[in-house]
């Protein structure tokens, strides 16, 4: 295997849509101690949330936990470049582009 991420859960089997929003809604609550409730979709990550880069590690690491994979944070942020990740809404829509390999490729020939 290449130093590549894997893009599926350790099980095999892709996240739903539903999965994945709860994931990231019960990550974002747990880092901010907040109810998963209170974490809405259209939120922004930073101005509604208070989201700064360390809460943004440690709520990757929540969902690394959560989802049953492991991210390489440099092709992430390599293949995340120029896109906006401002809502709870983009945050999920970049994990569900991660599983169904559209933002990190599985092989890469860096």
Not at 19 to 39: G, S
Not at 63 to 73: K, M, S
Request: net charge neutral; no cysteine.
């Amino acid at each position: 295997m290449s130093s590549a991420a894997a893009t599926t859960p350790a099980d095999g089997r892709q996240p739903t849509r539903t999965a994945v929003t709860r994931a990231v809604r019960n990550a974002l609550a747990a880092q901010l101690e907040r109810p998963p409730a209170t974490v809405r979709l259209d939120m922004r990550l930073r101005d509604d949330l208070g989201v700064d880069s360390v809460v943004a590690l440690a709520v990757l690491e929540e969902l690394q936990l959560a989802l049953g994979v492991a991210v390489d944070l440099r092709r992430l942020a390599r293949h995340a470049r120029g896109r906006t990740v401002d809502t709870v809404a983009d945050l999920r829509d970049v994990v569900l582009d991660f599983f169904a390999g559209r933002l990190v490729p599985p092989d890469d020939a860096a």
